[in-house]
């Protein structure tokens, strides 16, 4: 059996929007494909300050593309690391405050965020879950450092808008509140390509796994595409396959349908 490199996207994918935990068909299905000889990487828009809801397979984990693959790590090791330019996220932070719409800047080391409207603190803690918002630091001491995502709170015709003028930056969007603006370059298919390049693994023996509009680059980049159930039309369109969702075994019976467990 050939071995594959398995890519993972966080929130409706390996955790549930529902029950906010990692479902126990996935955990089983994740400890059998490191079993068998597979890799097991996760790949999320979240940056690593608030990835706190994986420690059930934590020990099975490879490596990490983080922030739409503006930062991948493998243990202490850069992989790979692409930066916003300062002007932009000042550009988006003055735009913000102007407009008076949220904002989370992501910076190397802590988070900024701007929450007029209360819709940062409503969607990340309450719907999500996201914990460790509460260590979020002045923007002015967050531009002073790498800034590797910007998360604006608008609709997608003002995205369009704003990314006309963003033309260093690339954007995904994976819930309709908020999108997530990377630098150009900067997204889970080039994050893919350069951990199996870092790790000379095949890029061909991949698969990934998502449900949201930032995890296409990622399926049309792995060696096979799987949308979750729950995942959005258009990714499910771009995906060679489709499996069932987050909360019905959808991991489990994808592995089992490519006989990798």
Same mark, same amino acid.
């Given at each position: ?110 988070? @900024?965020?701007? /929450? ?6 409503? $969607?990340?803690?309450?719907? =999500?879950? #996201?914990?460790?918002? +509460? ?72 698969? @990934?796994?998502? /449900? ?6 990622? $399926?049309?980049?792995?060696? =096979?595409? #799987?949308?979750?159930? +729950? ?31």
């Amino acid at each position: 059996m050939k071995q594959y490199a398995l890519f993972f996207d966080i929130d409706g994918t390996l955790v549930s929007f529902r029950t906010h935990q990692i479902p126990d068909s996935t955990i089983q299905a994740l400890t059998l494909a490191k079993e068998a000889g597979h890799k097991v990487f996760i790949a999320t828009g979240r940056p690593p300050l608030i990835i706190t809801n994986l420690g059930a397979i934590e020990h099975l984990i490879d490596g990490y593309v983080t922030i739409n693959g503006a930062l991948c790590f493998v243990g202490d090791k850069v992989v790979r690391c692409k930066e916003i330019a300062n002007e932009t996220a000042r550009f988006v932070m003055k735009d913000a405050l102007e407009k008076n719409y949220g904002l989370i800047m992501v910076g190397e080391k802590d988070v @900024a965020v701007h /929450d007029p409207l209360g819709q940062v603190d409503r $969607i990340f803690r309450q719907e =999500i879950c #996201v914990e460790n918002l +509460n260590q979020a630091r002045p923007f002015d001491e967050v531009l002073q450092q790498r800034i590797f995502q910007l998360t604006p709170f608008f609709d997608e015709d003002y995205e369009k808008e704003m990314m006309a003028r963003l033309t260093d930056c690339t954007v995904g969007r994976w819930h309709p509140a908020f999108t997530d603006i990377t630098a150009k370059g900067a997204d889970k298919g080039e994050g893919l390509l350069a951990m199996t390049h870092h790790l000379g693994l095949n890029p061909q023996h991949t698969i @990934a796994f998502g /449900d949201g509009g930032n995890d296409s680059s990622m $399926i049309r980049t792995a060696g =096979i595409g #799987v949308a979750m159930g +729950n995942a959005l039309d258009s990714l499910k369109h771009e995906a060679d396959y489709v499996t069932s969702s987050v909360d019905e075994d959808g991991i489990l019976k994808a592995l089992q349908h490519f006989r990798l467990i």
